[in-house]
């Protein structure tokens, strides 16, 4: 089992930068794929990012692409995300996700964490 707690959130005004961490415990997640993925009030979850096992792939959804990086330290166990250039419409709950495939399905995704705030303001 896999055991995944996302920190880092917060309130920011647009422009701002966040960063986000999840932390891994119970198991290595060095052969994972590792993804963020966000859900804002009354809509779906929906596709941030991802990384692959090695950290040499990595997806981003559209609206992230140019403002969010994602990387990982599998020594610490870890998965950052790193988010500039924050809009309103970023605001969301976001949570950190563990994988076998690099897939922008939250489906296709094994283990989650409870999520981390995030709320631009405008």
């Known amino acids: 089992q896999v055991q995944l707690v996302e920190s880092g959130g917060g309130l920011v005004q647009a422009g701002g930068s966040l960063r986000l961490s999840c932390s891994a415990s119970?198991?290595?997640?060095?052969?994972?794929?590792m993804g963020w993925f966000r859900q804002a009030p009354g809509k779906e979850r929906e596709f941030v990012a991802y990384i692959s096992a090695g950290g040499s792939g990595t997806g981003y959804t559209d609206s992230a692409k140019g403002r969010f990086t994602i990387s990982r330290d599998n020594v610490k166990n870890a998965v950052f995300l790193q988010m500039n250039s924050l809009k309103p419409e970023d605001t969301a709950l976001y949570y950190c996700?563990?994988?076998?495939?690099?897939?922008?399905?939250?489906?296709?995704?094994?283990?989650w964490g409870q999520g981390t705030q995030v709320t631009v303001s405008s």
């Open positions: 996700a563990a994988g076998i495939y690099s897939s922008t399905l939250a489906a296709q995704y094994i283990y």
């Open positions: 119970g198991r290595t997640v060095s052969t994972y794929v």
